[in-house]
């Protein structure tokens, strides 16, 4: 069975304290891992999606990379309004095209 | 902005009762899939509609059902509601066998069951 796992459960950072998250996943064959921020009572907004082991994505103070086992998203000196719940979802070979998500990281940012 | 609108935002109904969600996906997008979202969990994948068919489905009862209409957009039934269904209700839409053009979720349903 596909599986997901993102750690930490929770984590605080301070203004400008960068930091990494880390998605773990065991599939049959992947075919993306992508990442989401989610905001208290709100969808996942959509962030990257990675393909391949070696590749990387950057948006502002995000980076996300991808290993043949792990991804990481990269915070660098990150702000309070980069506090939210941070999502990782893998897509796999075969079937309907859904994501396996992990549980979240849940990031808070103090000023 | 993702071009996924869901409705409505938030309802509550009562143990036993029947609801019925709706999406409309972004334009160009032939996918809808839909997720349910526990309190501090990740989403987990109900079904999936692809030209009006279910495409593969999650570990759910029969009592979650659904529809996609021509135009793409869905709808998503659960019957005999109980106390666990409350949930956020996500929709998000694709264009399958693309999975460079990313899936977008709307912003949920807010299902409360008492």
């Known amino acids: 069975e596909d599986q997901v796992t993102q750690s930490p459960e929770a984590l605080r950072l301070q203004e400008g304290e960068s930091s990494s998250l880390n998605c773990s996943y065991t599939v049959s064959g992947l075919r993306g891992l992508f990442w989401y921020r989610q905001d208290p009572g709100k969808g996942p907004e959509f962030l990257f999606t990675?393909?391949?082991a070696g590749e990387e994505k950057e948006k502002e103070r995000l980076k996300a990379t991808l290993t043949k086992k792990e991804s990481f998203l990269h915070i660098t000196a990150p702000k309070p309004e980069d506090s939210a719940t941070y999502l990782c979802?893998?897509?796999?070979?075969?079937?309907?095209?859904?994501?396996?998500f992990g549980k979240g990281t849940k990031l808070t940012v103090n000023p | 902005e993702t071009g996924v609108t869901q409705s409505p935002t938030h309802l509550i109904k009562t143990r036993g009762q029947q609801v019925t969600l709706r999406c409309s996906s972004q334009s160009g997008h032939n996918t809808v899939s839909w997720y349910q979202q526990a309190l501090g969990q990740g989403p987990q994948f109900i079904f999936q509609?692809?030209?009006?068919?279910?495409?593969g489905r999650g570990n759910f009862p029969p009592r979650f059902s659904g529809l996609q209409f021509p135009n793409y957009s869905s709808e998503l039934n659960v019957n005999a509601l109980e106390l666990d269904d409350s949930a956020l209700y996500l929709c998000?839409?694709?264009?399958?066998?693309?999975?460079?053009?990313?899936?977008?979720f709307g912003e949920g349903s807010w299902l409360t069951v008492v």
């Open positions: 509609y692809y030209r009006e068919e279910e495409n």
């Open positions: 998000a839409s694709s264009l399958r066998g693309v999975l460079g053009n990313t899936i977008y």
């Open positions: 979802a893998v897509v796999t070979q075969g079937g309907s095209e859904k994501l396996v």
């Open positions: 990675l393909y391949s």
